[in-house]
């Protein structure tokens, strides 16, 4: 991986990114109070992706969204797997409603993917080279 020089601006800007990102997680916490909706989401994916190409580091957007990767290939997996051979891979799709129907709690099944996410997210800054 080359090395980025001067990326200083675009680190204050990822900051601020992220501290807004844990000032809504705040308010977002059980019981959430405030929900994110489509403009929020996409304007922050669409901020990661470009971050992503300013860096020439798109290969890592899989990586950074991994739950979000596997929640969509379960989706997938499933609908390919009920055409061809009419039988249901989980017992719903996406993955976080399987794990609803084997019994998990809410709280329970959004710590896990926060975790999943935390070690998605940390893999992904290993693998950089910022200067």
């Known amino acids: ?17 992220v501290g807004s990102a844990i000032g809504f997680l705040w308010y977002n916490a059980h019981p959430a109070e405030v929900f994110m ?27 950074i969204g ?5 929640e969509a290939i379960s989706v997938i997996l499933q609908v390919a ?9 989980f017992k719903m799709a996406p993955l976080h ?13 959004i710590v896990r993917f926060w975790i999943a996410s935390l070690v998605f997210a940390l893999f992904a800054l290993t693998t950089l080279k910022l200067r």
């Open 1 to 17: 991986l080359q090395r980025m020089p001067q990326v200083g601006e675009l680190t204050i800007f990822c900051g601020a990114m």
């Open 37 to 63: 909706g489509d403009v929020g989401s996409l304007a922050l994916g669409g901020a990661i992706g470009t971050v992503a190409v300013i860096i020439k580091q798109e290969l890592l957007l899989p990586f």
């Open 66 to 70: 991994g739950v979000f990767v596997i």
């Open 81 to 89: 797997s009920y055409k061809l051979r009419k039988k249901r891979i």
């Open 97 to 109: 409603h399987h794990f609803e129907l084997l019994g998990w709690s809410e709280s329970k099944i």
